[in-house]
């Protein structure tokens, strides 16, 4: 066991330098590292939101409110369909419960063809599976005359994983706006988004640029309809929705259901000031198909005040004093120069598929971040020194060896996390300080060994064979149990907490190459340079 | 040279499993009174459990006025409010109860930054939302009856089962110690402290082990001795190692409750418990449990004759 082959001496001392490496570049500044040689390796280990301070924000699409959409796009598809082929029918309703559609055929002549062609609006899940037979809805008869389409588990799983899909893109789009660093945004879970920001210091607007579902639209006002009136009688004209404006007190307005132009024909949009009033405004302009419906009803109503409608709010109500037929427009809305900018964004990131909600937020501060950091390094400091100190009392040579083998698991812990590129969170130091004492327990393992082995008379080599051959065990299934332990915080936690798992499994796993290996070989040639007859020990 | 002290002598013969009247009073007290506490004190359950918005302040000012906090955060009527000093005297912690929607939640923050204004510096913002809520207690539960059936498995195919359920009973004897440290001291109960947990299960077999693999070893041994000297010897001829490996690592994580900050002060407390239970525990629980469990004699070891179990407990 003391014998190394000149392969396995190379091998050890090669990992050994490699960790040492590659956990340097963590001892300098990040502006110094940068002026280093290229060929030097640069990574260092990534910080957790807790230390270095950002933003977690977990949100929850609205599942109602998609599958709402989803059964209005339907309703609309059933009547196009019906229409297109003169059909009668009546009773067409939606239910939000059952995630289904159902309508009444009038003429039962009619009933078998307007089965067939409804059918059509179902399509199979997922394109080229087509093979699995599994469609996003069903389409079934009720009673004599009656026919349901229905949603499927599938089609709804379906259309969620696009719209997160959806969504993701358009956060991104509205982050990246931030101009911080790194951020990341993830799928997590059927229905969810983890937005992780790090270093942010606004996190109110940032959360108000993410949570806008920012869908505009351009609705006329209904010149015939007296918004005061409305409110006090709560009679809505049929095609009309009242709506209000953003301000307080918000201002009511009777406005037209038919959408003119939306949001999904902008091609552009810019924060900007009114030339005449110096007002922050945000200037857009339309796709061509945009631009040429926007020219015709500017035409058609010039002198009638139409609306700009963002997420159900009037942002503004001018009349329209000449057609506008360029394309581009600007709205107003006495904002501030930051809403401007947020709304510029937004518009131009396109519209959410739903609305989102945060449904979990931890925030730290910079400044929270590094007194972390700060007694972080200090405890593990104190930790670290009081068992180096501890461990020398209680082995002399051998401890000093011990030691030696813990500075070495140190640092390819660091190694390993700046090579895989891991994050350092503040239960992740805890979890190398826990580390210290599973690595110091292996070498305490051994060196009792060999005190035993000694008591019961072999000769030192022998006793420290015996001792390292015979703890092996031992230190195999107390590392296992502890690894289970921590594989399941992996596989459960989140964040924090998952990083503490991750330090401490490396930990682990280098413990036992430092602790035994490497002590082994420090060992091996003191023996053989000293040729003690008595084991300090 | 110097070979360093030896702290434990080391031919002791403490007759641990000998007395094991007086510890099975001390592990039974160890197990029923943190139930109790529980029960009737109950556990300081964090927004990771319960819901609600956690808000750490630093004031401009060196000592915080915590009554004119308490009034403009009471006056906001979100229900329950708790405003108090967080480690230092201008650092103050508001707690605010879960609202009934995510929502509400929500602008529960927005509220309160209104009222405090920017002259106070937001160092941490946690909200919880009721579904996550929800999901994190279900998952907590999950993960510790998961990491302890892992463990038993793993100890049952290792050793026999008689030691994995020593094992186990002993692992819940901790648990239930540790939950009770957070009971009686009002500690907050959040998502680290079930990474505490864990992680002192994990930590707390580790020395379990090393002493069933005495054990084991033992009992291929002396193929005569009687099981309660036998497993006081094991126990003692790993003492030593018992108590260096527990001061080391109690000696690592100390610092962090002192000086490692309010962030982690529950844990690494919570840990140091564990440390001192989890080394009591393989003591005084595991160590007796497989005398009543009554461990087999051939120690897995196929050519051996196997001796009847009936003959190995009437010894004992």
């Known amino acids: ?537 | 040279m110097f070979r360093g002290f030896h702290f434990i002598p080391a031919d002791t013969k403490i007759g641990f499993v000998r007395l094991r009247t007086i510890s099975w009073v001390i592990s039974a007290l160890l197990t029923v009174v943190p139930l109790l506490l529980v029960w009737k004190v109950g556990l300081n359950f964090g927004i990771d459990f319960q819901g609600g918005t956690l808000m750490e302040i630093q004031t401009k000012e060196s000592v915080a006025d915590l009554a004119d906090i308490r009034a403009k955060v009471h006056g906001l009527n979100l229900g329950e409010v708790q405003v108090q000093e967080f480690g230092a005297p201008n650092d103050v912690l508001i707690r605010i109860a879960a609202q009934p929607t995510e929502k509400e939640q929500q602008d529960s923050i927005t509220k309160v930054k209104q009222v405090l204004g920017d002259q106070v510096d937001y160092r941490r913002v946690e909200v919880v939302g009721p579904t996550v809520s929800s999901e994190l207690i279900a998952g907590g539960t999950v993960a510790v009856v998961v990491a302890m059936i892992a463990i038993l498995i793993y100890i049952w195919f290792r050793f026999e089962w008689q030691f994995a359920v020593a094992a186990i009973a002993s692992l819940v004897h901790d648990v239930t110690g540790t939950i009770g440290l957070y009971s009686a001291l009002q500690l907050e109960f959040n998502l680290s402290s079930i990474a505490a947990l864990l992680t002192i299960i994990g930590y707390s077999l580790n020395d379990k082990v090393v002493i069933f693999d005495r054990v084991r070893e033992n009992l291929r041994k002396y193929r005569k001795m009687p099981l309660t000297e036998l497993l006081d010897l094991s126990i003692n001829e790993t003492l030593s190692r018992t108590v260096l490996t527990h001061v080391t690592t109690f000696l690592a994580m100390m610092p962090f409750v002192i000086v490692g900050g309010e962030a982690i002060h529950g844990f690494a407390l919570a840990m140091c418990w564990g440390i001192v239970i989890g080394a009591y525990s393989s003591i005084y629980v595991a160590a007796p449990l497989q005398l009543i469990l009554g461990v087999k004699r051939d120690g897995g070891m196929a050519s051996a004759p196997t001796r009847p179990k009936a003959q190995a407990r009437a010894r004992a």
Request: proline letters at 4%.
């Open chain 1, 1 to 537: 066991m003391l014998h190394f082959p000149q392969w396995k001496v190379i091998l050890v001392l090669g990992v050994v330098i490699a960790g040492i490496i590659f956990a340097l570049p963590n001892l300098f500044a990040r502006s110094t590292m940068e002026s280093m040689p290229a060929w030097l390796p640069h990574h260092q280990v990534n910080l957790g939101l807790d230390l270095q301070g950002g933003a977690h924000l977990l949100y929850q699409l609205d599942e109602n409110e998609m599958i709402d959409d989803w059964l209005n796009k339907l309703r609309d598809d059933v009547r196009e369909t019906l229409r297109k082929d003169r059909i009668s029918y009546t009773d067409l309703t939606q239910n939000l419960v059952d995630r289904s559609v159902s309508v009444k055929i009038r003429e039962a002549a009619n009933y078998d063809k307007a089965y067939e062609e409804l059918r059509k609006l179902s399509v199979p899940v997922g394109g080229t599976m087509a093979l699995s037979g599994v469609r996003n809805m069903d389409v079934s008869r009720n009673g004599d005359s009656g026919i349901v389409l229905k949603g499927t588990d599938a089609g709804l799983t379906q259309r969620m994983s696009s719209a997160i899909q959806a969504s993701i893109e358009t956060i991104r789009r509205r982050v990246d706006a931030f101009g911080t660093t790194e951020p990341s945004i993830q799928r997590q879970g059927r229905n969810r988004v983890l937005v992780q920001v790090p270093g942010i210091s606004d996190v109110e607007r940032l959360k108000k640029l993410i949570g806008e579902t920012g869908k505009l639209e351009f609705r006329l006002v209904d010149p015939g309809a007296n918004a005061q009136q409305v409110v006090e009688s709560k009679q809505v004209p049929i095609d009309d929705e009242l709506l209000y404006s953003k301000g307080t007190p918000p201002v009511p307005y009777v406005i037209k259901k038919q959408v003119l132009v939306s949001g999904e024909n902008l091609v552009d949009a810019q924060p900007g000031f009114d030339q005449r009033t110096g007002e922050p405004i945000v200037t857009f302009r339309f796709d061509a198909t945009g631009a040429k419906r926007f020219a015709r009803v500017t035409q058609e109503n010039v002198g009638l005040p139409f609306a700009i409608v963002l997420d159900g709010k009037v942002i503004s109500a001018p009349v329209i004093r000449e057609p506008i037929l360029g394309g581009s427009g600007q709205i107003s809305g006495s904002f501030t120069v930051p809403e401007a900018s947020d709304l510029a964004v937004t518009l131009r990131s396109g519209a959410l598929p739903a609305k989102l909600t945060v449904i979990e937020e931890r925030t730290v501060g910079a400044s929270l971040g590094a007194d972390s950091i700060a007694s972080g390094k200090k405890a593990a400091i104190i930790g670290l020194l009081l068992v180096v100190a501890f461990m020398f009392a209680a082995y002399g040579l051998f401890g000093l060896f011990a030691n030696i083998a813990l500075l070495v698991n140190i640092a390819l812990i660091f190694g390993v996390l700046s090579l895989i590129g891991s994050t350092l969170t503040l239960p992740g130091i805890a979890g190398i300080v826990l580390t210290i004492g599973i690595a110091v327990d292996a070498n305490v393992l051994i060196n009792e060994r060999i005190r035993e082995e000694m008591r019961s008379g072999k000769s030192p080599v022998a006793s420290i064979e015996a001792g390292y051959s015979r703890a092996m065990s031992t230190i195999i299934d107390s590392n296992v149990t502890t690894l289970i332990s921590t594989l399941v915080l992996f596989w459960l936690g989140s964040g924090p907490v998952r990083g503490f798992a991750v330090t401490l499994t490396i930990g682990i796993l280098a413990s036992m190459f430092t602790a035994v290996t490497v002590t082994r070989l420090m060992v091996s040639y003191w023996l053989r340079w000293t040729r003690p007859q008595l084991i300090p020990i």
